[in-house]
């Protein structure tokens, strides 16, 4: 998940680390005293103690919370308590880390706090007592991993308060207890919990088990009953419920937090949510709100519940992906429904409009959608009453944010072209990059429909209403320094089949040098995907791996690399090299590690020094490899050894060392394949490489790769064999859907993708066709399927279009559906709605769609390494072996 990465969107133009961004915000601080020290533990922290002094391993932390107005009273009251009692604290480092640790998104186990106070436990009473005297006229946040003191904004839990040293007589790390001579985890729930075993303080015992005070016990007497949560996020939680026998939605919302980009907390958002519900109680398609009030410390907003699912889910289930001709004597007329939809969008806004109330977060998740395609806009919260405040657009959902300074009616004009836009063609994320994107998608979507048989006319009409919302919108003068960017609206429709080929080509040249001017060169060369940021090795994400692309690109075009090139290309080597040589990366993998670059110095024609450092290290890089997998672990390793193997790059002693571990792995997986990789769906939806078990580059059909790889090198059947126990095993968390497709299954949706489901899984079954069992060669029919759709969110090779194109490209050779330069011209086509004009050139925004990435993963480097295996017939992306 994005959260698990140290990433910011701050940067215009890429994705960069978070550290890179300077903080220019009000930093807290305090004096300090005489015999005291502070140091900053990191970005977010400062943390103050007293010189010659220790403080416990583990004990009670102290944490206080504050409102944001009240933060610098409470931040001097607490530090001079602390100081005048010598208790070690730590505090927020700044305004910014302060409404990040407040803001909607933030963990919930995490949220509130800022202050921590590390009380010995013979101090902790009197501390507690002082601190309450001083702080009863403030207010902050409830901490939910926390129990609250008393009145004051102040919380308790027990944890650890640092690392173990020496001293203590045993050693863990700072997430785990020791209590009564058992280690446990230091748990950071969003509730209280004491750790099991504990000795509890006396003055704490009744604390513990007392209900938080409540100022008036009739208050919290809930008149709705909660069925069911939907969801939870620092702002409260939202739920399921029944009010007077009538099915609601009941919206908590939890003081002080849940702050957003405009500032507001979650009780302000609910509050203007009820106005507007108010105002809004006799128009169609909006809800109802029932009942609105204060419960303990947190407000719930009830409203009608309105049947149905969310656009977005709507639009999953029926945008035209495979090419089933749609028949408009039924209600399957996709076009007609779309345009329907969008028709009562606009009627509720100008109704809303007309009560001079503007939503200001109109967006495919706050429309629902039920199965007579009636619709209701839902979440009023962001609601603004003045229709001639110009503000900027602080709130929004991916795509759908306005453009520069403008109204908040143009604002919500806004929102109903995007969602019409994302009707007519579902990847509208990078108008937050793109201004007038749009005027791109129309054209993609159109050429979409035009698939399905619809006229021209009906796809004109719709077009024109776009158009007509267009205008509702106004221009904007955009002074955004994304600027530089601008949609891709060039028509090649009656070009050659070279020539389009040959201007993406030439379009990826130019971009690269514009972008490459552009990015600001500080520990990368080139911009990458979060994913990426941090792993400079191996083929998806590094430098070398888009030098690789760039190179294959110049090879393609016939262009002579020149000075600047050839500088940076010994640059890079050398300080791929020095890594390696250095010992100082962990990464072993081939995707993502040594073992990949050294893969790469190859591609780029330093064979002799690949094989000089693949032989000094392969003993260390088979035992310090952390898993078995193709992305990150051993069985890449061992695949770049078959490679370098078929090339004689390797001594016959290297050889052998390979072979044998080769035989090792072989032999184990067949007996217990599933201590290889597990053998189970993924249960939650998810891009991270880190987190998938499918697929070619992370399940058993990468495993595939390398047993494949091995027989076509020695023929011995026991690689066949394990070939074939490969497929079984991956195929086991596949499903086939209502078209007929064969998809790897992850939560609760199903994927075709090259890098995790039937395209790679195709690509193995195409290079290994004449040697699998007859069983797997029938599925390849139902995996082309798959990836024969006719659209992808993005356009990236491992998750994206062009990794499906190439894959449909090798897997047609056996099945000979189409001409295969007719899926290359496809593809070509398919990906103008995703190119972006920089400069004289183009780029591509990668997965996400919110920022211009680079790495063969997502971005440039992918476009190009899928046309060089267009261009070249041959898939190109893993090592093979050389016959």
Not at 72 to 98: A, G, P, Q, Y
Not at 383 to 404: I, T
Not at 424 to 447: C, E, F, M, N
Not at 462 to 478: A, C, E, F, H, Q
Request: hydrophobic letters at 35%.
């Amino acid at each position: 998940m994005a959260e698990d990465y140290d990433f910011c969107l701050d940067n215009p133009l890429f994705y960069v680390s978070s550290k890179s961004i300077p903080d220019i915000s009000k930093k807290f601080s305090v004096p300090l005293p005489d015999n005291w020290d502070e140091y900053k533990q990191n970005q977010e922290w400062v943390a103050l103690f007293p010189l010659n002094s220790k403080i416990q391993r583990q004990g009670w932390k102290v944490h206080i919370s504050s409102k944001i107005d009240q933060s610098e009273d409470i931040l001097n009251i607490v530090s001079e308590v602390c100081f005048s009692m010598s208790i070690t604290f730590k505090h927020l480092s700044s305004l910014e880390f302060f409404v990040k640790r407040n803001s909607k998104q933030i963990d919930r186990g995490v949220s509130g706090k800022f202050i921590t106070c590390y009380p010995n436990e013979n101090d902790l009473e009197h501390f507690l007592n002082i601190l309450e005297e001083k702080l009863k006229k403030f207010d902050g946040p409830y901490i939910l991993s926390d129990k609250k003191w008393k009145e004051s904004p102040i919380y308790l839990r027990y944890g650890v308060f640092r690392d173990s040293n020496k001293e203590d007589g045993y050693s863990c790390d700072s997430q785990t207890l020791k209590i009564n001579d058992k280690f446990i985890l230091d748990q950071r729930l969003p509730q209280f919990v004491v750790p099991e075993g504990l000795q509890i303080p006396d003055f704490l015992i009744s604390w513990i088990s007392e209900e938080d005070e409540i100022d008036d016990k009739d208050s919290y007497v809930m008149p709705f009953l909660i069925e069911k949560p939907i969801i939870f996020s620092n702002s409260g939680g939202i739920y399921r419920g029944v009010f007077n026998n009538t099915k609601v939605i009941v919206r908590e919302a939890r003081p002080y937090t849940g702050i957003e980009n405009n500032g507001l907390d979650a009780v302000s958002r609910t509050k203007s949510e009820k106005l507007a519900l108010d105002k809004l109680s006799n128009i169609e398609g909006v809800p109802n709100c029932y009942w609105y009030g204060k419960l303990w410390d947190n407000y719930y907003l009830v409203t009608e519940e309105r049947e149905g699912v969310a656009l977005n889910h709507w639009l999953t289930q029926n945008y035209p992906l495979y090419d089933e001709k749609y028949d408009e004597k039924t209600s399957n007329n996709y076009l007609s429904r779309i345009t329907s939809i969008v028709e009562q969008i606009i009627k509720i806004v100008k109704s809303a409009h007309a009560t001079k109330i503007y939503h200001q977060d109109i967006h495919m998740k706050n429309i629902i959608i039920d199965t007579q395609d009636n619709v209701s806009l839902i979440d009023w919260e962001q609601s603004v009453y003045n229709e001639k405040d110009k503000r900027r657009h602080l709130v929004a959902a991916p795509g759908f944010r306005n453009w520069g300074y403008t109204t908040p009616e143009n604002i919500d004009w806004y929102g109903v072209y995007q969602v019409a836009n994302t009707l007519l063609y579902p990847a509208i994320v990078q108008s937050d990059l793109v201004y007038g994107y749009g005027k791109q998608t129309s054209i993609a979507g159109s050429k979409i429909l035009e698939k399905f048989n619809y006229s021209k006319i009906e796809i004109e009409n719709y077009i024109k209403l776009l158009d007509t919302l267009s205008k509702k919108i106004g221009n904007i003068k955009v002074l955004s320094p994304s600027k530089v960017l601008h949609p891709y609206l060039e028509e090649e429709n009656y070009d050659t089949l070279e020539n389009k080929t040959n201007r993406i080509l030439k379009g990826l040249f130019e971009g690269f040098d514009s972008i490459y001017r552009r990015w600001e060169k500080e520990k990368r060369f080139f911009p990458v995907h979060y994913y990426g940021l941090n792993k400079n090795n191996g083929v998806a994400y590094s430098d070398l791996g888009v030098l690789w692309a760039y190179s294959q690109l110049l090879e393609q075009l016939d262009i002579p690399k020149n000075s600047e090139y050839e500088e940076l290309e010994k640059h890079l080597v050398s300080k791929a090299i020095i890594n390696i040589e250095g010992n100082s990366i962990n990464d072993n993998g081939l995707l993502d590690g040594i073992s990949g670059t050294i893969w790469l110095l190859d591609r780029l024609k330093y064979t002799r020094e690949a094989a000089r450092l693949y032989s000094k290290h392969f003993k260390k890089l088979i035992s310090s490899s952390k898993n078995m997998r193709l992305y990150d672990g051993l069985c890449g390793i061992l695949l770049v050894g078959i490679d370098f193997s078929s090339k004689g790059l390797l001594s016959k002693k290297v050889c052998e060392d390979v072979f044998n571990e080769i035989e090792k792995f072989t032999l184990k997986y067949i007996n217990h394949p599933e201590t290889f990789i597990p053998i189970t769906k993924d249960n939650k939806k998810s891009n991270d490489p880190y987190k998938i078990n499918g697929g070619l580059l992370y399940g058993h059909a990468g495993l595939g790769w390398l047993f494949g790889e091995m027989y076509q090198l020695t023929s011995i059947d026991i690689y066949k064999k394990a070939l074939n126990v490969s497929i079984k095993n991956e195929l086991k968390v596949y499903q086939v859907d209502k078209h007929g497709t064969l998809q790897y299954s992850q939560g609760d949706r199903i994927l075709p993708y090259l890098s995790m489901g039937s395209g790679g899984l195709g690509i193995l079954i195409y290079e290994n066709y004449k040697i699998i069992d007859n069983e797997y060669k029938l599925i390849l029919n139902k995996l082309y399927k798959a990836v024969d759709g006719n659209f992808c969110m993005f356009p990236g090779l491992f998750n994206g279009l062009s990794g499906l194109k190439v894959c449909q490209f090798f897997m047609n050779k056996y099945l000979s559906e189409v001409n295969n330069d007719l899926i290359l011209e496809d593809y070509i086509d398919e990906l103008n709605g995703y190119l972006i004009k920089i400069g004289n050139g183009v780029c591509i925004a990668g997965d996400g769609g919110m920022k211009i990435t680079e790495d063969i993963a997502s971005g440039f480097g992918g476009i190009v390494i899928a046309l060089c295996c267009f261009i070249q017939n041959d898939f190109i992306l893993l090592p093979k072996v050389k016959i």
